[in-house]
């Protein structure tokens, strides 16, 4: 029998890959373009432009500037305008970013399509990067399968299209792990450098990418203590860890500093990073609290990126307006996100988390490479839970890469579990293709997007993202009265129909909100009553069967 050549064998696993990668961006495109702005995208869009043409950083700086300004990036080349009136001297950036987006001289569709390409080719090298971690540690068919799961993951999906920064962040803490993985196994000039460019470009998308270095840290720990013996490099321990070190994290600050625009004059904010400092580590001791300032004052790094830190830390104390079965409270609670997870992720992908965690007790020397997979997910899944920010599952979203290598193990087991594998991944395939385009409002077979509003609402089924899909329905179906809109999102119903008219809270003389006759569409957030002033507003409702779901986040009735 003649044995298949190795050169042979890497042409069909360099089709495979970009065959998946391929399908990933055709699915991703697909959704982007059947999709109205959801509720970050505007402010985000003119953000970035702002960063580019004006070098003027004072909108949104609860974010890191880098992925906006690729979002941005392709605008240069539209007729587009950044409006300078009392939005943008005041910094309202949700009105300002509304008027760029629909007052300008392009389309607003062709301004969204432009600025969500790039995200959608940044989720294409996130599961690139899934597949490279996969291959190195079990082979090409364990990379070929886990870049399978993240091609069809359904939250993936449901996000890579979106300009917002959580498919951002999943790559920075997969790319990061990656690369510091490397520099375990051979700490050389290259990949140190290679480390410390991708650990800046983290740093520049999303303020959790700080969360890496204490990660990277306690691996590094881990790893000296378990492996002293064996490690070639521990007499160059201190050249490593200081010399290296430190050129990796000029690297990284050269890089954050350069996304800012180099914007030295406000690199020294001493007040500023004072507050910070103290309000990083809660509860800490009165005659700390000047050493850990002292340790931050003289790092150079930009006010707005000072000040959105800042800003981060204290939301996810206070949190926002959050919804978990039927509750509405500030805040969160600590049972949000293993809910979210157990209903969000397809079960499929479930059976096949059980039976990887089964099979990692057989793999007692590879031990540290599972917890070098585990170790961060963990830990990011459990900060998350402590925190106060319970408004969508995407803010975990950096798990699920990982846990995509981990379970790729799977394939290489013995016959029968890989037949059984393969039976789940088409389950797995076949329940994102159901859905497809509304990947965002997915619920997996234990709720269902149409009951998931009982559960969880927000940016885990509505975002805003489905008023031109309404008005493509009206069309379609040739429905041409009236309608009442109740719209939570961005979106101007104006832009989208001349037959909405707006429903705010048309009231009675008891100050309750009144039935109307004929059509109305409600998001679900108002539904459910998301704020409170609206948390009564639709009892009126209750028990009516909406005669549509759109993409399952806006309810179309018809009331007589």
Known sequence: MMMESPRSRSYKVHVAVAALLLLHIALTADILQQKSATSDEPPHIAAGYSYITERDFRYN???????????????????????????????????????????????????????????????????????????????????????????????????????????????ALAASLYCFWLVLQQPSWKRIVVLGIVLGLSLASKFTAAFILGIMVLLLIIYLIWFWQRIVWKRNLVLLVVGKGIVMLF??????????????STFFNTSLKTKLATEAIPGMHPSLEGIAAATLIPVPLPEQYVQGLYQVIRQSKTGYPAYLLGEVKSGGWWQYFPLAFLIKTPIAFLIMLTLAFWHTRTLVKSWFRELFILLPATLIFLSFMAGQLNIGIRHILPVYPLLFIFASKLINYRRWMTVFVITLSIWYAAATLIIHPHELAYFNELVGPEHGPDFLIDSNIDWGQDLKGLAAYLGEHNITEQIWLMYWGPDRMEYRSSQFVKYRRILDENMVCKPVSGYIAVSVNFLKGMTKEEQHCFDWLKGEEPMKRIGYSIYLYRTD
């Open 251 to 264: 690297i990284a600050w050269l890089i954050l500093a350069a996304s800012y625009g180099f914007t030295f």
């Open 61 to 171: 700086p609860e974010h890191p500037p880098l992925i906006k300004e690729i979002a941005a990036f392709p605008l240069l080349f539209l007729n587009v305008s950044l409006e300078q009136g009392i939005a943008w001297e005041q910094v309202y950036e949700w009105p300002a970013g509304r008027n760029f987006l629909f007052e300008n001289s392009e389309d607003p569709d062709t301004i969204l399509f432009w600025a969500r390409m790039p995200m959608v080719l940044l989720s294409a090298l996130l599961g690139f990067v899934v597949f490279l971690f996969a291959r190195r540690w079990y082979g090409n068919s364990a990379g070929i399968f886990a870049l399978f799961l993240y091609a069809f993951s359904p939250l993936v999906l449901g996000n890579a299209w979106i300009v917002q920064t959580d498919v951002a962040a999943a790559l």
